[in-house]
């Protein structure tokens, strides 16, 4: 019979711990953090647990007053002097800055004075023009494409319509809500940008982050005749103080009202 060494480790299946049955204690131990996540929240009684409450939405209308006394110049920042001039900036912002495309345009429109200048232009000199505002060659089909249906379907004119701008090639909604807001002043719906969908997220007014529905609840809590200045105000804010990194709430005129405010 072979005699155990003093100190010799005992096999694994012998070694694992025995459940230890003591008066008031439960048999059973949890093999796994989850479990004992999961056995403390069923055993910790109510009082102890501390949650915490969703802050209500701010309110529109101080939200509307307070931006609108703070930015009274709030307007669209891209240069034009037309709905065409607008369309083609507004083509060209995607992915880009509006200082940046408001240094490419000047010398864009001079080329293209008309839509149907930009429908016979050369791609490679018209990508050239647009180079430094990104994304040159899909921007460059998009104009052309765009200024073609407009001279083919319009006589030349850019139409005053979201269902006709819809069907332009390279106008998106947010393109179309632009050129109708700013060139032809129709209220139709309210620009989502990076900008608009972050500050209606923290002031509460929407919890998505499909613009789409971010415009469609925007457009719930605002009267009409405000849809277009709005934009302009949120980015505005959205620029100056509500930035994407770290908010400065500590300067912000809707720190008393903005359910994430930081103060
Ligand atoms: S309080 Fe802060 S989070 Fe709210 S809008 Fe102002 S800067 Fe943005």
Redesign the pocket.
């Known amino acids: 019979m072979a005699s155990k060494k003093p100190g010799a480790r005992q096999p694994l299946s012998r070694a694992r711990p025995r459940a230890v049955s003591k008066p008031g204690l439960s048999v059973a131990q949890p093999r796994s953090l989850s479990a004992l996540k999961k056995k403390l929240s069923a055993t910790t009684p109510a009082r102890n647990i501390v949650r915490r409450k969703r802050r209500p939405p ?1 309110d529109p209308a101080t939200v509307y007053e307070r931006l609108t006394r703070e930015y009274p110049r709030a307007q669209c920042a891209l240069v034009h002097d037309s709905p065409y001039q607008l369309i083609v900036a507004t083509i060209l912002s995607a992915q880009c800055t509006d200082a940046r495309v408001n240094l490419v345009t000047p010398r864009l429109f001079a080329t293209y004075p008309r839509a149907s200048d930009l429908a016979d232009a050369d791609p490679t000199e018209l990508e050239q023009i647009i180079q430094s505002t990104g994304f040159f060659r899909n921007k460059s089909r998009s104009l052309i494409g765009m200024a073609s249906a407009v001279v083919a379907e319009h006589q030349g004119e850019i139409p005053d319509s979201m269902e006709e701008l819809f069907q332009l090639p390279g106008v998106g909604r947010k393109t179309a809500n632009v050129v109708l807001g700013n060139a032809f002043g129709i209220n139709e719906g309210v620009v989502v940008d990076t900008h608009v969908g972050r ?1 209606s997220a ?2 509460g007014f929407s919890r998505h982050s499909d613009p789409v529905k971010i415009e469609q609840d925007l457009i719930r809590r605002f009267p009409r005749d405000s849809w277009t200045i709005l934009a302009h105000l949120l980015i505005s ?1 959205g620029r100056a ?3 994407a990194r770290r ?3 500590e ?5 008393d009202i ?6």
Do not use: D, G, N, Q
Not at 258 to 263: A, E, G, N, T
């Open positions: 701010a500050l923290r002031l804010h103080i509500c930035v908010p400065r709430c300067e912000c005129v809707l720190s903005c359910p994430s405010s930081l103060v």
